[in-house]
């Protein structure tokens, strides 16, 4: 099984700001690694796929970067609708998809 | 408008079955595969299996291998999550999400199911 890591668990940064999330596989993944948006009482919503690529309706703040084994979520500004928690998933090798353990981006 | 439903709360017993549901609508429902998700309270995501209602074809995470069964019925565009005896450790939200294609991450979620196991 490859095993995503998240880090860090929790991170506070200001509004308009801007937040790096990482997320590290065990094994490569190529660019088959996608970042998801939760917040409360919702189910996730994909932000990012292919490393890179943001989904329909996506936000041009939010950024994607890495291949292999290293990632980086990118938020240039944050606004206030940004706060929740990120994971990252891993489709390189699906089904047998993985998720990260999330980070909790919180207001500062 | 690709839309996912999902049944309502559930609120069950140590040993009790359980199937809840998931209406695909909106798109060709034996062209997508369809995941479940777990999600225990106040943790993350853990992917449990996928169907291709076309054809019925099923992968489980070994995780899950053996503890729930994935099925869909193509007439009523539904596909479903079933326990034959639960533990209070099922207690969690479950997600059917749909990927675009094979080899893609999950672009459709549903809203959820709360299952809780309590005696």
């Known amino acids: 099984e490859i095993v995503m890591t998240q880090s860090p668990a929790t991170l506070s940064v200001s509004p308009g700001e801007r937040a790096t999330l990482s997320c590290r596989a065990s094994?490569?993944?190529?660019?088959?690694l996608a970042w998801y948006q939760q917040k409360p009482g919702q189910a996730p919503r994909l932000l990012i796929y292919?490393?890179?690529t943001r989904a329909t309706g996506i936000p041009a703040r939010f950024s994607g970067s890495g291949s292999g084994t290293e990632f980086t979520l990118t938020i240039s500004s944050l606004q206030s609708e940004d706060f929740a928690v990120y994971y990252c998933?891993?489709?390189?090798?699906?089904?047998?998809?993985?998720f990260g353990q999330g980070t909790k981006l919180e207001i500062k | 408008e690709v839309q996912l439903v999902q049944s309502g709360a559930e609120v069950k017993k140590p040993g009790e079955s359980l199937k809840i549901s998931c209406k695909g609508s909106?798109?060709?429902?034996?062209?997508?595969?369809i995941g479940w998700v777990r999600q225990m309270p106040g943790k993350g995501l853990e992917w449990m299996g996928i169907?291709?209602?076309?054809?019925?074809?099923?992968r489980y995470s070994p995780s899950f291998q053996g503890q729930v069964t994935i099925s869909a019925d193509k007439s009523i565009s539904t596909a479903y999550l079933q326990w034959s005896s639960l533990k209070a450790s099922d207690t969690a939200m479950y997600y059917c999400?749909?990927?675009?294609?094979?080899?893609?991450?999950?672009?459709?979620w549903g809203q959820g199911t709360l299952v809780t196991v309590s005696s």
């Open positions: 999400a749909r990927p675009q294609t094979s080899h893609w991450p999950y672009d459709y």
């Open positions: 094994q490569s993944v190529s660019s088959n």
């Open positions: 909106g798109y060709s429902f034996t062209s997508y595969w």
């Open positions: 169907i291709y209602p076309g054809d019925s074809d099923t």
């Open positions: 292919g490393a890179s």
């Open positions: 998933q891993q489709y390189n090798n699906w089904p047998q998809d993985t």
